[in-house]
């Protein structure tokens, strides 16, 4: 079982473990029903005719990033989607942040989606997200001066140099609906 199994296998008993629903630990990781009787399958011993990932499709994915703030700072959560080359989602990613501001939780988003590339072995993307200020600090257009911000910002950079090739763009807020839409629940299940 290849390292991206491993992690995939780990998420999967986490978010079972908390929710003791399959359908809904599939949901909330993204992932299909045959990928979560494979992991069932694997951890009581029975053959596994494919492997959990298939090579991801060549083309670059795409990665929609969102965060959300109530109250700036106040209660935060990441939400990002990661679609294969043909449009189809393959991964929806939530994640609630505790106390923190937009700016950190639009950056959080982008890290978590950056994360979970790299584990899905990608190795061509194209970010869309709706911070103006996040892009034109990924882009070298603004430089990063918050003191709080700048952990982030030097996460994501790292990240993004592991793709072959990567590019970040600003999108509307009404072109990355899902991501806005996760970032919500997370705030709302509030890690649950």
């Known amino acids: 079982m290849s390292r991206r199994d491993n992690d995939l296998v780990t998420k999967f008993l986490k978010e079972l473990s908390d929710t003791l629903d399959v359908r809904a630990a599939v ?3 993204g992932i299909t029903e045959r990928e979560a009787r494979a992991i069932l ?3 009581a011993g029975e053959p596994v ?8 499709l060549s083309g670059p994915y795409e990665l929609r990033v969102d965060g959300a ?4 700072p106040g209660e935060a959560g990441a939400g990002a989607v990661i679609k294969d080359p043909r449009g189809k989602v393959v991964r929806e990613l939530r994640k609630y942040l505790g106390i923190a501001t937009n700016n950190m939780a639009e950056y959080s988003a982008l890290v978590m989606a950056l994360t979970e590339a790299r584990s899905m072995g990608l190795r061509d993307i194209e970010v869309f997200a709706d911070s103006e200020l996040v892009v034109r600090q990924m882009n070298g257009a603004y430089r990063v001066k918050s003191e709080e ?3 982030f ?8 140099k592991g793709f072959r090739t990567s590019k970040i763009v600003h999108v509307y807020r009404e072109e990355n ?3 806005d839409k996760l970032a919500n629940e997370a705030i709302e299940r509030r890690g649950q």
């Open 27 to 29: 949901k909330r990781l």
């Open 41 to 43: 399958k694997g951890l």
């Open 49 to 56: 005719e494919e492997p959990l990932f298939a090579p991801p």
């Open 69 to 72: 703030s109530r109250g700036n």
């Open 149 to 151: 911000l700048k952990p």
């Open 153 to 160: 910002y030097e996460e994501a950079a790292r990240l993004m």
């Open 177 to 179: 609906s899902l991501a």
